[in-house]
């Protein structure tokens, strides 16, 4: 029963991985279709947020804290450096704001004001190949779907 719980339990994440990296790659979809830096913005923050969950420790008792998938033997290692790039960014940019990669400069002014200067975020951004984490989000997709359908196999003849 055990195993059989654990695999219901993995089956639980490989289900909701399918849908985080649905959700990125419709995001990545609109991405491509709108002209607006603000829209592009939340769209690729979005994005990242989504095909980072499977792949981060997540609380709760219904799913296995991580997809159980083998990325560095499954992606290709162009597609493997990406894939660590967007987690990157997800904690570093889009989740929280590390100042090595906006680094703020204070302008002191002559008057009681001042200025500030930083990195914009859609700079950091600009180094992210939207089509090719786009394709990686599709891919990734795939195998979420894939491991979902072996884990219910597993768990059809378990209970035969």
């Known amino acids: ?3 059989s719980n654990n695999i219901e339990l993995q089956f639980n994440r490989a289900s909701l991985s399918d849908d985080d990296t649905c959700e990125a790659h419709q995001y990545l979809e609109a991405y491509t279709e709108t002209d607006q830096a603000i829209i592009k913005r939340g769209l ?3 994005a990242i947020v989504a095909y980072s969950r499977p792949f981060l420790k997540s609380d709760g008792s219904g799913a ?3 997809v159980s998938l083998k990325l560095e033997k499954d992606l290709s ?3 493997y450096v990406l894939h660590n790039k967007v987690i990157n960014l997800r904690n570093r940019v889009a989740a929280h704001t590390d100042y090595d990669l906006r680094p703020v ?4 002014s002559t008057s009681t004001g001042f200025g500030v200067s930083f990195v914009p975020i859609e700079q950091v951004l600009e180094e992210l190949d939207h089509m ?3 394709n990686l989000a599709y891919k990734t997709m795939i195998l979420c779907k ?5 884990l219910n196999e597993q768990l059809r003849e378990g209970k035969s």
Do not use: G, N
């Open 64 to 66: 296995t804290q991580k």
């Open 77 to 79: 290692p162009d597609e």
């Open 44 to 46: 690729m923050v979005a």
């Open 105 to 108: 400069k204070r302008i002191p």
């Open 146 to 150: 894939k491991k979902a359908r072996a």
């Open 1 to 3: 029963m055990l195993r």
């Open 132 to 134: 090719a984490f786009k």
